[in-house]
């Protein structure tokens, strides 16, 4: 994938997130992405690495503030 369009999926899953106050299920996450895991998981590990997310026992996705 270029570098352009990783960027863009993780402005996706970053502006879902903080469009439901900042935290969801990861199932739903997916549904509203309209992603498989296949691909919603690397985008989230790597948004976690970077400290912008945190995912929560139980599979919760929120923004890290």
């Known amino acids: 994938m270029t570098s352009l369009l990783v960027q863009s999926m993780r402005d996706r899953v970053l502006w879902m997130l903080a469009d439901s106050d900042g935290n969801m299920e990861r199932s739903s996450l997916r549904r509203r992405v309209g992603w ?5 998981d690397p985008v989230l590990e790597e948004l976690e690495k970077e400290g912008k997310i945190k995912i929560a026992v139980g599979s919760r996705v929120a923004i890290y503030r």
């Open 36 to 40: 498989k895991y296949s691909i919603l």
